[in-house]
């Protein structure tokens, strides 16, 4: 009797490792994490968010962590976004890019928060856009994440145990290519509209950051999150026609952002004396139409994307 009930509990402890196993296998997800073969070495690509809670640090994917620890060599998109700027020259000043009526539009959209455009007078234009953002977000409450996000968090790690690092494209090429393949009156209207998002939006844009964060510790499909630069449900219907051109023009500096950062990754792994590579870029370049793992894939590269750690069901 005793013995029967000893296989009994045993086939029912075989039952539930084989249950857990399957639910494991199916639910756990994959990581915004992949594994390429470039050259007979091991390149890891991390699709990362550029804001992020420190408190949610432990709770990064071991494996994420153990991809990271392996590297000799990190590569980042390009975190000095977040610590430089990128001033005017020869006398000019950010109103001689935005003419009438946007700049009054945006300078209201300041004011109404307690800043004066003039303070801004020698940013680049799209730098100016981008340093709204992070502006803009402090007035909410989140303006700390943009110091917390993964990127930063593996620049530091990288820093402290002094692994080299790189660059997946020069430092001002985003900007450089906005301002390139964006006409100027459309440049000054798009940058109007996403400023006033973000002074009346920025309570909803916390919300959407916040659940960000979690969708991708969760392993959760972020594509909403991830696309937020093709995002432009701000602007009105009766700007359809602009809207459309913006998508455009945006889509095809992101594409040529992949191409650029996909080609980085490659001449990294076939140069001498990289072992193992980790690189990071946001999110959006790893998923969606004409990523970077679809491009190194039609280089003739293996790529494989990553499970997630086991999990309990619970």
């Known amino acids: 009797m005793r ?3 000893l296989i009994i509990l045993s086939l029912i402890i075989l039952l539930i490792s084989l249950l857990y196993i399957i639910y ?3 639910f756990r997800g994959e990581l915004y994490l992949w594994k390429v073969d470039i050259d007979n070495k091991p390149v890891y690509l991390l699709g990362s968010i550029h804001a992020f809670k420190p408190e949610l640090y432990p709770l990064i994917d071991p494996k ?3 991809a990271f620890n392996s590297a000799d060599l990190v590569l980042f998109e390009n975190i000095a976004y977040f610590k430089r700027r990128y001033w005017l020259e020869d006398g000019r000043i950010l109103k001689d890019y935005i003419p009438e009526p946007y700049y009054s539009e945006i300078s209201d959209a300041l004011k109404s928060k307690g800043f004066d455009i003039e303070e801004y007078s020698l940013y680049r234009p799209f730098d100016f856009l981008f340093h709204m953002s992070y502006v803009m977000s402090g007035l909410y409450g989140y303006g700390s994440y943009f110091d917390d996000g993964i990127d930063l968090y593996f620049s530091k790690l990288r820093s402290s145990r002094r692994i080299r690092s ?8 985003y900007f450089d290519l906005m301002e390139k393949h964006m006409p100027k009156d459309l440049a000054a209207f798009y940058i109007s509209k996403t400023v006033k998002s973000f002074a ?3 309570e909803i844009r916390r919300k959407e950051l916040e659940k960000g964060m979690y969708n991708w510790l969760n392993c959760k499909d972020i594509q909403t999150m991830a696309m937020i630069d093709f995002n432009l449900s701000y602007i009105s219907d009766d700007n359809s026609e602009k809207k459309l051109k913006l998508f455009d023009i945006l889509k095809n500096v992101h594409c040529q952002r ?3 950062m996909a080609d980085s990754i490659e001449r990294y792994a076939i140069s001498k004396g990289n072992k ?3 690189a990071m870029a946001g999110v959006s370049h790893l998923i969606g139409e004409n990523n970077i793992i679809e491009i190194l894939r039609k280089k003739g590269y293996k790529a494989k994307r990553i499970k997630r750690s086991w999990v309990l069901p619970f």
């Open 3 to 5: 013995r029967r009930n």
């Open 24 to 26: 494991s296998s199916i």
């Open 64 to 66: 994420i962590m153990d």
């Open 166 to 173: 790189g660059s997946l494209e020069p430092i001002y090429y």
């Open 200 to 202: 009346d939006d920025g």
């Open 258 to 260: 992949n191409l650029a």
């Open 276 to 278: 193992v590579i980790f």
